[in-house]
């Protein structure tokens, strides 16, 4: 058998897996129009993934219609959502996996087409992404992002209450656990950054202040789930859509300082090195390694992601740098990830261009390793 700390079982929360290799958080815009409601192809999907008694943690979904920058993103915060998540989770239920959902607001990484009366994405400041990265609008043209729209201070308890009623929605649908998505230069960590956050209230200025967002929503999600089924992803020294505070050793220490008393389920990085990886192929070199700085800042259940191979997946928990891998990109093209790298199959390519949106096709119709099958 291959990668033996890998195949170790880990207890997370209550959820006891049988081993440390987790399906990463995945946007594949496929769910139905316009409900955005999860879909039967959607449950066939995460189904052929949940075969062996991992972790999966399903894709971002926004708890409020302000929070989609994308077509065809799936949301949790209606009735026919959490009908449709249902169908998913009873489907990886059924095949012995254990499922948290990915809780989402973009923020400022949207534009006024995919908002409710074409009005301005919100954000912690004006502060738009810069004109050298461009998004594409519902109608599918290249443009630059806009100057996002302030919220007020008084809106932000708003913010809290919708991620608070997606934790209720994703415990309505039968989900295990919620992920808050604080990573990857989206509306919390707009809040978190200095370079997104200007504002001049008790959500702006000091690092304590710029963390208070982060915790108000993981406190509510606490509120809701308990906190052993409630993890939190965060990307520091990441690059994504515009991010990337100057200094974030003192930020995301101090914020993970202050997730450490609540007793969460987990901590979940993205390495700086695949930092972006959903919009193309990176590799960003002589970067640090998120999980080797923070480790002995974070008291609870680490979880890495990016850029790991089954070799230095293994690694990482041999060393005590993770406790728990996640896999992204392998893992949509490898139904059966975990069988594969266990028993030392090739592994099969991804192809981009089927990332986002689509059917089937390089969604549903990677084969699993098929052993018998003529070389
Ligand atoms: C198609 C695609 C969609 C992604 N969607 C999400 C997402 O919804 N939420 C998130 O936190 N990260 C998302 N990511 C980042 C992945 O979770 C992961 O951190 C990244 O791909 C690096 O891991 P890998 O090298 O194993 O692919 C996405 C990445 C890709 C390639």
Same mark, same amino acid.
Request: no cysteine; proline share 8%.
């Given at each position: 058998?291959?990668?033996?700390?890998?195949?170790?079982?880990?207890?997370?929360?209550?959820?006891?897996? +049988?081993?440390?290799?987790?399906?990463?958080?995945?946007? *594949?815009?496929?769910?139905?129009?316009?409900?955005?409601?999860?879909?039967?192809?959607?449950?066939?999907?995460?189904?052929? +993934?949940?075969?062996?008694?991992? &972790?999966?943690?399903?894709? $971002?979904?926004?708890?409020?219609?302000?929070?989609?920058?994308?077509?065809?993103?799936?949301?949790?915060?209606?009735?026919?959502?959490?009908?449709?998540?249902?169908?998913?989770?009873?489907?990886?239920?059924?095949?012995?996996?254990?499922?948290?959902?990915?809780?989402?607001?973009?923020? *400022?990484?949207?534009?006024?087409?995919?908002?409710?009366?074409?009005? &301005?994405?919100?954000?912690?400041?004006?502060?738009?992404?810069?004109?050298?990265?461009?998004?594409?609008?519902?109608?599918?043209?290249?443009?630059?992002? /806009?100057?996002?729209?302030?919220?007020?201070?008084?809106?932000?308890?708003?913010?809290? /209450?919708?991620?608070?009623?997606?934790?209720?929605?994703?415990?309505?649908?039968?989900?295990?656990?919620?992920?808050?998505?604080?990573?990857?230069?989206?509306?919390?960590?707009?809040?978190?950054?200095?370079?997104?956050?200007?504002?001049?209230?008790?959500?702006?200025?000091? !690092?304590?202040?710029? #963390?208070?967002? &982060?915790?108000? !929503?993981?406190?509510?999600?606490?509120?809701?789930?308990?906190?052993? *089924?409630?993890?939190?992803?965060?990307?520091?020294?990441?690059?994504?859509?515009?991010?990337?505070?100057?200094?974030?050793?003192?930020?995301?220490?101090?914020?993970?300082?202050?997730?450490?008393?609540?007793?969460?389920?987990?901590?979940?990085?993205?390495?700086?090195? #695949?930092?972006?990886?959903?919009?193309?192929?990176?590799?960003?070199?002589?970067?640090?390694?998120?999980?080797?700085?923070?480790?002995?800042?974070?008291?609870? !259940?680490?979880?890495?992601?990016?850029?790991?191979?089954?070799?230095?997946?293994?690694?990482?928990?041999?060393?005590?740098?993770?406790?728990?891998?996640?896999?992204? *990109?392998?893992?949509?093209?490898?139904?059966?990830?975990?069988?594969?790298?266990?028993?030392?199959?090739?592994?099969?390519?991804?192809?981009? $261009?089927?990332?986002?949106?689509? /059917?089937?096709?390089?969604?549903?119709?990677?084969?699993?390793?098929? /052993?018998?099958?003529?070389?």
């Amino acid at each position: 058998m291959n990668f033996p700390h890998l195949f170790s079982p880990l207890k997370v929360g209550p959820y006891q897996l +049988r081993h440390r290799l987790v399906m990463a958080p995945l946007t *594949r815009m496929r769910a139905a129009r316009p409900s955005l409601a999860p879909r039967p192809l959607n449950a066939e999907y995460y189904a052929q +993934r949940a075969t062996q008694g991992g &972790l999966i943690i399903a894709e $971002a979904s926004p708890v409020l219609a302000t929070g989609f920058g994308n077509p065809g993103v799936p949301g949790i915060y209606t009735e026919q959502q959490v009908d449709g998540w249902r169908s998913v989770v009873n489907a990886v239920h059924a095949k012995g996996g254990v499922i948290f959902l990915q809780l989402w607001h973009v923020g *400022r990484v949207s534009h006024s087409s995919f908002q409710p009366g074409g009005a &301005l994405p919100v954000a912690p400041s004006a502060v738009p992404i810069s004109p050298d990265l461009k998004t594409m609008t519902a109608d599918g043209k290249v443009v630059a992002y /806009e100057t996002p729209r302030a919220l007020l201070t008084s809106e932000i308890p708003g913010i809290v /209450e919708a991620f608070r009623q997606g934790a209720r929605n994703a415990m309505a649908a039968g989900f295990d656990g919620v992920e808050i998505h604080g990573a990857n230069g989206y509306l919390i960590e707009q809040f978190l950054q200095s370079r997104s956050n200007l504002r001049t209230d008790q959500y702006g200025g000091g !690092i304590e202040n710029r #963390s208070r967002l &982060l915790r108000e !929503i993981t406190q509510a999600a606490i509120e809701v789930w308990g906190a052993n *089924r409630v993890g939190v992803r965060l990307s520091p020294y990441g690059v994504a859509n515009d991010s990337g505070e100057a200094d974030p050793m003192p930020l995301y220490t101090h914020a993970i300082q202050s997730l450490n008393p609540l007793g969460l389920a987990y901590l979940h990085f993205i390495e700086p090195r #695949s930092s972006g990886a959903g919009r193309a192929e990176v590799d960003h070199q002589n970067v640090p390694s998120a999980m080797v700085l923070f480790r002995p800042v974070w008291k609870g !259940i680490l979880i890495s992601a990016g850029g790991f191979t089954g070799d230095t997946a293994d690694a990482a928990i041999a060393a005590g740098h993770a406790d728990a891998i996640a896999f992204g *990109r392998i893992f949509i093209s490898n139904p059966d990830l975990p069988h594969r790298l266990q028993r030392g199959f090739p592994l099969t390519p991804y192809n981009r $261009a089927t990332f986002y949106g689509g /059917e089937e096709k390089g969604y549903t119709d990677y084969p699993a390793y098929d /052993e018998m099958a003529p070389a």
